[in-house]
């Protein structure tokens, strides 16, 4: 089996000891809780800000400490969380030491944020900050374009309303312009400081937007076509590249946003578009590797365009589409690639045999759905969970011993609440894109429990 020197190597870095989970949401860190005790952990520890929506590990396998951390968006949840880890509460310095009295115990990143301590503790993996610097919007075209990447013109401008509407008319193709913020504050994603410029009033909003967050924007027109990815990993002996991934990105009707909503493999652009995209991420990784000497996972986000793909951000980490993926190969553990690749510790594989392994996989067996925090909470405890059918009328309860075609959730979120809507790869069509289905699929969630999201139109494909 060709991975599994990858398992090995796995097994002997985590084998026997205990792990801290570092971040991330409580009902998130179950998959991961149960790899780490498969691959021989002794226990587990989550760190985590928000208990979330869906299953909990298993008290058998871990423990955990929650921080209760609230935000009015996911990235001030995940800035506040990583203020939590630069400087832990007394509450989580006290569980650590109980449950890591010698100090030996190995600390992994639970989420975008990684903070390189916790507490006294190094955190194995942890990203470097030139690397996370290039997830800053305002720098990306820069590299792209040192790196021989395709892109459409972009200007990057300061917030004043001159220099934002010069920019804007210059820019605009016929559909608007998109506008999206600096770093100024530190990470940030899930489209929260995008903006869809369409008119005067738009324009009024984004500006008085970004003048409390950003120092710069860039400026772009807005592109047409389905939003997507292109992942890949950074070996020592090259970059693997792996399939395309669909980003479900909504357009709330009347509003200036870009909701994003999940991701899905079920779309396939063509074998030209596939090729292209694969080359991008070639051309990006050894960019990456050869710049800031990066190692480990990346995503390249943008849009298939009637022109081909076009890029719009660089996310030098694990993006999520990545996890979809991984159902397909359920023996890869990327979380602790990841960390490995980073630490520099040995894999058991290179660039080659992951690429091989991931494509084959997530080509035969796809995944996916839509997923967003509300901005409602749930008036009831715990986790709801409804079987759905689609039909001619749209998503409906499926009704007893009929087999549904998706499994929606709700329940808590960091800000509000949470909907994650699985679909099922055995009713759901490989090719087109799944943007619709989502778009009826939030809509059900906001009849049936009062979700909030409004009215909701999807991407159009063009190509």
């Not at 301590?117 to 470097?128: H, I, K, N, T, W």
């Not at 970059?239 to 991934?245: D, E, F, G, K």
């Not at 030209?272 to 960019?287: I, K, L, N, S, Y």
């Not at 190692?295 to 390249?300: E, I, L």
Request: net charge negative; with cysteine; hydrophobic share 45%.
């Amino acid at each position: 089996m060709p991975l599994e020197p990858l398992r090995r190597a796995m097994e002997a870095l985590v084998g026997g000891r205990r792990v801290v989970l570092a971040g991330g949401v409580l009902a998130g860190s179950a998959p991961r809780v149960r790899r780490l005790r498969e691959l021989g952990a002794e226990r587990v520890l989550v760190v985590a800000g928000s208990v979330g929506t869906g299953e909990l590990p298993s008290p058998e396998d871990a423990e955990w400490v929650v921080t209760d951390l609230l935000g009015g968006d996911i990235v001030a949840t995940l800035r506040a969380e990583e203020a939590m880890l630069a400087d832990p509460p007394t509450e989580v310095l006290e569980a650590l030491d109980t449950f890591d009295r010698a100090g030996r115990a190995l600390v992994l990143g639970n989420g975008p944020p990684t903070a390189a301590r916790l507490g006294e503790r190094a955190v194995f993996g942890a990203r470097l900050p030139e690397w996370a610097a290039l997830e800053d919007k305002t720098v990306v075209d820069e590299c792209f374009d040192h790196w021989g990447v395709t892109r459409v013109p972009s200007e990057i401008v300061p917030v004043t309303p001159a220099a934002l509407r010069r920019a804007a008319a210059a820019l605009e193709a016929g559909l608007g312009t998109a506008w999206a913020g600096d770093a100024r504050h530190g990470f940030h994603g899930g489209a929260e400081l995008v903006r869809w410029v369409r008119s005067e009033r738009d324009a009024a909003e984004a500006e008085a937007f970004f003048k409390a967050h950003c120092d710069t924007v860039r400026v772009m027109p807005f592109l047409e076509g389905v939003p997507c990815s292109i992942h890949g990993f950074v070996f020592p002996d090259g970059v693997a590249r792996l399939r395309p991934v669909e980003l479900v990105s909504l357009r709330p009707v009347g509003r200036p946003r870009i909701l994003y909503a999940g991701c899905a493999t079920f779309w396939d652009p063509s074998d030209a578009d596939r090729a292209e995209m694969r080359e991008v991420a070639r051309r990006t990784g050894e960019g990456l590797a050869a710049s800031v000497g990066y190692r480990g996972a990346f995503t390249v986000d943008g849009v298939l365009t009637e022109e081909g793909f076009r890029p719009t951000e660089l996310n030098p980490r694990l993006g999520a589409g990545v996890g979809t993926m991984g159902r397909a190969v359920p023996d890869v553990p990327f979380d602790l690639l990841q960390c490995a690749l980073v630490a520099g510790h040995r894999t058991g594989v290179g660039a080659t045999e992951l690429e091989e392994a991931v494509v084959a996989g997530a080509d035969a067996s796809r995944a996916g759905g839509t997923w967003a925090l509300s901005p409602v909470a749930p008036r009831f405890d715990g986790t709801a969970v409804d079987d759905l059918v689609l039909d001619d009328g749209g998503w409906r309860l499926a009704e007893p011993g009929e087999h549904p075609t998706a499994r929606l959730s709700y329940g808590p979120g960091s800000a509000g609440g949470f909907v994650r809507v699985q679909f099922d790869p055995g009713r759901t069509p490989i090719g087109p894109s799944v943007a619709r289905r989502a778009v009826a699929a939030l809509s059900f969630a906001d009849q049936r429990h009062g979700t909030g999201f409004g009215p909701l139109e999807p991407s159009r494909p063009v190509r």
